[in-house]
């Protein structure tokens, strides 16, 4: 500000942008203010308003300006007792200033920034290095965002730009049916906009890029989690089940109606009885060959289909899964479609429906019951693409063996463990943001005769943030590449896949868990407020450790995929062929566990690559071989193979997370070494060594007990993950802006 008559508005605007001092009441006293003083032109007015504007803040820069401004003046000036004479002293002492004393003194009473306190709030002593500890930006933001985006930043900017509009703004209501209904007009904007029928064939109407479909789930993560479940019930599980489970027939019939909301459905497998175990549904499909239809039926009250998303309200038609019925013989788990609701959404007879009620959270997502009793379905209506009834009346298969016919046709429908961790690591990364963002400009305690300090300077409070930012944006690169596998999948591929696809799931759910958590309570009181979304994002995600699958079952799957590849030998290996084992594939040698190597403490040593990538395939391979050896001696024993999984489930585990820490930070590593950019590339290498040497320091018994490191060594991780994030913190803020979430969405207040 050039004009020395608005230069006594600095330390007033200083004041409202530097801590959380006003209050949008105050925010209005002071524009009003502004508009009385008649002293001001109309355009000096103008720019002093601009200053004021919520949705367009100052930047960073501006804000240390001014603050610099100030000191110079404090400095020069030791006798200043309050806003006003520092205001007079920016004026050149103006006698028309002295004149306004009256009316500013007031001002300051009225938003409550008069007396001595106050001042200390300019002060600075400027001695403590964590009172000067400033954020700083490095690197450009939006070269980040772009590598962050990747292949589909074209895709991801036109969500951003849909639901940052007017009519996808935030539904308030406590009102479900009208948070319902809200939610099922922003999918019928989506559909219009083309986005519902994205992984689609072209000739059905669609996109045939299930890769922008993933890219859409997670973008619209920022804005609603309701939006999200129902859109990929709607367009994932419903769409989808056709698309992967049917054929040509129904792709004609069906898929245009489904991609542009025309045709509601659902995804009906979760039983009362039945969540994980899939192969144990009850519900039934008889064939009467005679009418050439199937028979639907719920043979008792548990077995009913349960918290089947668009059941309670929206839905028109079902996929349901249920074990068909020829003569007297099971041949286990197929898919149907079956309607549910009439054109008018009456329920259809021999249906009933009733609503979950409200939830936890998702309360936009109708979530309900549906029990079938002796419902009629032609038999096209069977989703045949692997398994079918011929013209005689017999099953048939291009599969022969029951169990691969059922896992390659529940393959089919992995798309969803590889949305709902994206959808996951987005409601983090908008976690992440709120609470770091605020945690720079929120204000407590500081230095004797010195200004409070942000509490992101304080170490314990970037203990509690940074690690889950540094492990957020590893699994977004680590999501990247499940994504990337699964679009280029051969079927030989697909047990692993599948199998890194339902860990990735865990392994992302929990982290978000655990950011929103910490988040939380990082806010204080703030984050109660559901103004500041995180008790939305909270409640909402909660429940994806439970969905597409159980956490706890998802890793004990992971883990005896894990084994599959050790199955063949492990049966003949004794305790030296373990040992070679677990040396040669983590790539490893015996010297890593010497004296030297154990207790080596050197700095180059802790943040190299090779050490980290090194200890994590060592842990992942010495977990497996110590389950696998025994499994074998448990078995060897007499025990009955299912009793013995039962007596190692807590080692699966153990043998899961090994495995996935190893894929991420294995391609976090990736990732980094592609980005061309040196001032990128160096932030980025700070983040993958903190969450390298946190998720270490988390694991620190197991390698202690195994003799991997020594106690000397495991401390001095310790002080170098207080050092990085150290190292990190000025970066903090433009490493979550890097996220690029539109305003509208974040929304919180604290984060602006």
């Given at each position: 500000m050039e004009n020395s008559k608005l230069k006594i508005f600095i330390p007033l605007l200083y004041l409202v942008w530097s801590d959380d001092l006003l209050t949008q009441k105050e925010f209005l006293t002071l524009q009003n203010f502004i508009l009385s003083q008649t002293w001001l032109s109309a355009e000096e007015q103008k720019e002093l308003i601009s200053k004021l504007d919520t949705q367009s803040p100052p930047s960073r820069a501006q804000i240390n300006d001014w603050k610099s401004t100030i000191d110079i003046v404090l400095k020069e000036n030791n006798s200043i007792k309050s806003v006003f004479e520092i205001s007079l002293v920016m004026s050149g002492n103006n006698p028309l200033i002295k004149d306004l004393s009256t009316d500013f003194i007031k001002l300051e009473n009225d938003l409550g920034i008069s007396g001595l306190e106050i001042m200390d709030h300019f002060k600075t002593t400027g001695s403590t290095l964590t009172a000067s500890y400033q954020g700083v930006t490095n690197f450009e933001i939006e070269k980040l965002t772009k590598i962050l985006d990747g292949e589909q930043a074209l895709i991801i900017n036109k969500v951003k730009s849909i639901i940052s509009r007017p009519e996808f703004a935030y539904e308030t209501s406590t009102d479900t049916a009208i948070y319902r209904d809200k939610v099922y007009e922003?999918?019928?904007?989506?559909?219009?906009?083309?986005?519902?029928?994205?992984?689609?064939?072209?000739?059905?109407?669609?996109?045939?890029?299930?890769?922008?479909?993933f890219a859409i789930m997670e973008t619209l993560s920022y804005h609603d989690l309701s939006l999200v479940i129902k859109f990929g019930v709607q367009f994932g599980l419903w769409g989808m089940s056709?698309?992967?489970?049917?054929?040509?027939?129904?792709?004609?019939?069906?898929?245009?109606?489904?991609?542009?909301?025309?045709?509601?459905?659902?995804?009906?497998m979760t039983e009362t009885n039945h969540g994980s175990n899939v192969k144990g549904l009850e519900t039934t499909a008889t064939y009467d060959h005679n009418n050439?239809?199937?028979?639907?039926?719920?043979?008792?009250?548990?077995?009913?289909?349960?918290?089947?998303?668009?059941?309670?309200?929206?839905?028109?038609?079902?996929?349901?899964?249920?074990?068909?019925?020829?003569?007297?013989?099971?041949?286990?788990?197929?898919?149907?479609?079956?309607?549910?609701?009439?054109?008018?959404?009456?329920?259809?007879?021999?249906i009933s429906i009733n609503d979950c009620g409200r939830k936890m959270g998702l309360n936009g997502v109708d979530n309900g019951t549906i029990s079938f009793d002796q419902v009629v379905i032609p038999k096209e209506n069977m989703l045949d693409r692997f398994a079918s009834v011929n013209e005689k009346g017999d099953f048939e298969s291009p599969i022969p063996s029951d169990n691969r016919r059922f896992f390659t046709m529940l393959g089919t429908l992995v798309g969803g463990r590889i949305g709902i961790p994206r959808s996951a690591l987005a409601a983090a990364k908008s976690g992440l943001t709120i609470a770091i963002k605020y945690s720079d400009k929120r204000r407590q305690f500081g230095p004797e005769k010195g200004p409070e300090v942000p509490i992101l300077n304080y170490r314990i409070h970037q203990r509690r943030l940074l690690p889950k930012l540094a492990k957020t944006y590893a699994i977004h690169f680590a999501l990247q590449y499940v994504t990337s596998r699964f679009m280029a999948r051969s079927e030989s591929e697909m047990p692993e896949i599948e199998a890194l696809a339902a860990g990735m799931k865990a392994y992302s759910t929990w982290n978000t868990t655990a950011v929103l958590q910490e988040c939380r309570e990082a806010c204080g009181g703030k984050a109660y407020l559901s103004e500041n979304r995180i008790d939305a994002l909270k409640?909402?995600?909660?429940?994806?450790t439970t969905f597409e699958g159980d956490n706890t079952v998802l890793m004990q799957l992971v883990a005896k995929n894990r084994l599959s590849e050790f199955r063949k030998s492990f049966g003949q290996m004794d305790a030296r062929g373990i040992i070679q084992y677990v040396y040669e594939n983590a790539k490893t040698v015996i010297s890593e566990k010497n004296p030297i190597a154990t207790r080596n403490t050197e700095e180059s040593h802790l943040l190299d690559d090779n050490f980290h990538l090194s200890a994590f395939q060592y842990r992942e391979k010495t977990t497996l071989a110590s389950a696998a050896k025994r499994l074998k001696k448990l078995i060897d024993s007499g025990l009955d193979p299912y009793d013995a999984f039962n007596v190692v489930q807590h080692q699966m585990i153990d043998v899961a997370q090994a495995y996935l820490e190893r894929t991420v930070l294995e391609q976090f590593l990736v990732a980094i070494a592609s980005i061309e950019d040196q001032n990128i590339k160096t932030v980025m290498k700070k983040l993958s060594q903190l969450y390298a040497l946190s998720q270490i320091e988390i694991n620190k018994g197991w390698y202690l007990e195994d003799g991997y490191m020594e106690a000397v060594k495991t401390k001095a991780i310790r002080k170098m993950v207080n050092q990085l994030c150290w190292d990190i913190r000025p970066e903090a803020v433009s490493l979550v802006e890097a996220f690029n979430i539109p305003d509208s969405c974040l929304s919180a207040p604290i984060a602006f």
């Open positions: 922003w999918c019928k904007i989506l559909a219009e906009e083309d986005l519902g029928n994205m992984a689609y064939p072209k000739e059905y109407g669609g996109g045939d890029n299930i890769a922008a479909y056709i698309h992967s489970l049917g054929t040509e027939k129904h792709y004609a019939k069906y898929l245009k109606d489904i991609g542009t909301l025309r045709l509601p459905g659902c995804f009906a050439q239809t199937f028979t639907i039926h719920t043979p008792h009250e548990k077995a009913q289909k349960e918290y089947i998303g668009n059941a309670a309200v929206h839905g028109k038609m079902a996929t349901v899964f249920a074990k068909l019925i020829i003569g007297d013989i099971d041949y286990g788990v197929n898919a149907f479609m079956v309607p549910i609701r009439d054109s008018n959404s009456v329920i259809l007879q021999g409640n909402d995600t909660e429940v994806y």
